[in-house]
């Protein structure tokens, strides 16, 4: 019986062209009562940001701790893509949500060649 290969060799790594972003967005608990932010509307930001995911723009998300909100990093050609991403956030829609933040990310340059 001849040996199997069993290594799968990974397909070819191609240059990614979308730049990388940052947001901070919170949540507008200065102008909504904690009763505003409803389970059901939870479960449609949740719903949403897991479609966002899956289509590959948004790349990782974090509670923020300082105060209610989020962190998120972001893959896309363009800052407009990530608005448009971020204006489809039920709680965005629902004007309980302030992007504080959206910061164009580049390479730390301390890794690349000298």
Avoid: H
């Avoid at 949740?46 to 998120?72: C, F, H, M, N």
């Avoid at 972001?74 to 959206?102: D, K, T």
Wanted: neutral net charge; proline residues 11%.
């Amino acid at each position: 019986m001849q040996a199997r290969n069993v290594f799968l060799i990974p397909p070819p790594c191609l240059y990614n062209f979308t730049m990388q972003f940052l947001s901070l967005s919170r949540r507008r608990t200065d102008a909504f009562p904690p009763e505003a932010f409803t389970p059901e509307l939870a479960a449609r930001e949740g719903q949403r940001v897991r479609e966002l995911y899956a289509s590959g723009i948004l790349r990782q998300i974090w509670r923020r701790t300082d105060k209610p909100g989020a962190a998120i990093l972001w893959e896309a050609p363009s800052e407009a893509e990530i608005r448009a991403a971020l204006v489809s956030l039920p709680i965005f829609e629902a004007g309980m949500l302030e992007i504080v933040l959206i910061a164009p990310l580049a390479p730390y340059p301390g890794f690349g060649p000298t």
